[in-house]
């Protein structure tokens, strides 16, 4: 990507004066470019969020993600000027040194506004609908002039506020030990597993299951208390048929967006084995480890198991076999969240999968695909 570094940005309009009502050179005009936008280019994942008009000027950044860590990033400013706008912008790389001089910056006046159209020169910005974008940028590289389109999708949060559980941040930090000795524990409130996703009515003998959370700035953690009469492991093999031994579920959409989830990574649905191995689909469509997501403890006596468990937090620009950091957790961030229990006491299948959030509609059983469907945590401080 070395190629990238020599950009040169030319002023050529990428498109010719447009047949449709010109509009006035105003913020107002333009609020559509607003939002958070994702796309590929580059052989890679672009990201580029704009803010609504305030202050005379709207603000973006922009960052270029390839195989799992960014190549470069850039500051986008858009002002009224003069009776006019002009769109202004500074790259820089991974390590956040400037490609241009302290006070230079690369300039694109406005030459014309329509009502699905922003038009600068050597950029245009063009809406197809309220939730895609293109945005076209002349570029030279050695010495040839490319018109390089960008596709944009906004990413807007379409999920339902359910279940709001506030989430108390941990001053000590849990040890992951199954003991759940620690004062945050003593101190928080459980909640109950108990709605039917698949199977059955069951019996109290048969399962009960309960939890609590908890934060730090590192992780979320979770305490589940499961009573079951029979646990089941008949699956040796952890990428074999995961969801048919007893195993404990979790569901993690980190920054509460919602949405399909099923081949990627806008959600997570965690599948913790009896033998501490932990399971979800890929981007490949088939079964994976992520073992270095969770770390977990289980301690069973009695018929009742204590599942401690440390649960890191990646957002939906996670990349399958690449180096990937956590989220750092903060207060007032929501999270998408729901935990379940696969119970099978000696079938073939599982025979039941009790889940902790109230699903409506026939089809219970679509966490593992739909992030609509989970509860919202708050984390407070």
Known sequence: MKYIANILIVLISTFAYSQDKTLEPKLENIKWISGTW?????????????????????????????????????????????????????????????????????????????????????????????????????????????????????????????????????????????????????????????????????TPEDFEGRYKLAWTEKALYLLAEIKDDILLDNTKDPLKTWWDDDCLEIFIDENNSGGNHQYNHNAFAYHIALDGNVVDMSTKRKGKLYNSHIESKRITTNKISIWEVKILLFDDSYTDDAKNTPVKLSANKNIGFALAYCDNDHSEHRENFIGSVEVEGDDKNRGWIDANIFGTLILKQ
């Open 38 to 202: 994702h796309g590929e280019a580059f052989g890679g994942i672009i990201e580029e969020i704009w803010s609504e008009p305030s202050g005379g000027s709207m603000m973006a950044t922009f960052k270029l993600i390839n195989d799992g860590k960014v190549s470069f990033y850039e500051i986008e400013v858009i002002q009224e000027i003069e009776n006019s706008l002009i769109l202004q912008l500074k790259h820089f790389g991974e390590d956040l040194k400037g490609w241009e001089t302290k006070n230079e910056t690369v300039d694109f006046p406005l030459k014309f506004i329509t009502e699905d159209k922003v038009i600068f020169e050597g950029m245009a910005f063009e809406k197809v609908s309220t939730t895609e974008m293109n945005v076209y940028v002349d570029i030279e590289n050695e010495g040839k002039v490319e018109t390089v389109k960008f596709n944009y999708h906004k990413k807007e949060n379409t999920k339902p506020t359910k279940q709001l559980i506030k989430v108390n941040y941990a001053k000590e930090q849990p040890i992951i030990d199954g003991k759940a000795n620690e004062t945050i524990w003593t101190n928080t409130k459980w909640y109950p597993i108990d709605q039917i996703w698949l199977g059955s009515n069951y």
